[in-house]
């Protein structure tokens, strides 16, 4: 079956960059059917759609984000990959990859998720 | 944005009890709703998606209705793996999807 993983630092200095890989194994981030998302969760709180990718490239973001954040993919390794930068103590979250539905975008499965804290 | 309700925030409930949880959309969103259950500390799970369709492998005490702006998750009888924090999310827009601020389902 498909599963995701997550990897990345787990501390983050203010104003720095948070990079964080998604491995996919059991399907190809180059399937048509897939778009690949992450989505964050701050301690308490609920649920934050970052963003989204698909093989050919094309990227959604969300508006609040955008101009903060890169979500690429890495076909050679099966993986896709968050950037976001200049981050501050309100970018601390669990932060998930999920496999997001082509056609009707429900996001399944996802990852377990990785705690993000910026701090210095 | 599309903006997501739910309702109620919390619930208490006892084992055996239904229970309906309301999600309401700010415009149409046809049928692209999804319901996730998410236990503490572990990633969501999705439980139900286009608004009616049981997630392989989830309970059949699990149902969802609705289309357009309002949408229920209805479990029919509550089992004690049931209580869990549970989200909306609608997919109808493809430029920023949206979560519902969670209903979170505890035991009286």
């Known amino acids: 079956q498909v599963q995701l993983q997550e990897s990345g630092p787990g501390l983050v200095k203010p104003s720095q960059t948070l990079s964080l890989t998604c491995s996919v194994s059991g399907a190809s981030v180059s399937s048509g059917s897939h778009y690949w998302s992450w989505v964050r969760q701050p301690a308490g709180k609920g649920l934050e759609w970052i963003g989204r990718?698909?093989?050919?490239?094309?990227?959604n973001y969300n508006p609040s984000l955008k101009s903060r954040v890169t979500i690429s993919l890495d076909t050679s390794n099966n993986q896709f990959s968050l950037k976001m930068y200049s981050v501050t103590a309100a970018d601390t979250a669990v932060y998930y990859c999920a496999s997001n539905d082509y056609y009707a975008g429900w996001l399944d499965p996802w990852g377990q998720g990785t705690l993000v804290t910026v701090s210095s | 944005d599309i903006q997501m309700t739910q309702s109620p925030s919390s619930l208490s409930a006892s084992v055996g009890d239904r229970v309906t949880i309301t999600c309401r959309a700010s415009q149409s969103i046809n049928t692209y709703l999804n319901w996730y259950q998410q236990k503490q500390g572990k990633a969501p799970k999705l439980l139900i998606y286009?608004?009616?369709t049981l997630q392989s492998g989830v309970p059949s005490r699990f149902s969802g209705g609705g289309s357009g702006t309002d949408f229920t998750l209805t479990i029919s009888s509550l089992q004690p793996e049931d209580f869990a924090i549970y989200y909306c999310?609608?997919?109808?827009?493809?430029?920023?999807?949206?979560f519902g601020q969670g209903t979170k389902l505890e035991i009286k």
């Open positions: 990718i698909y093989i050919s490239g094309s990227t």
């Open positions: 286009a608004a009616s």
């Open positions: 999310h609608q997919s109808y827009s493809t430029l920023m999807y949206t």
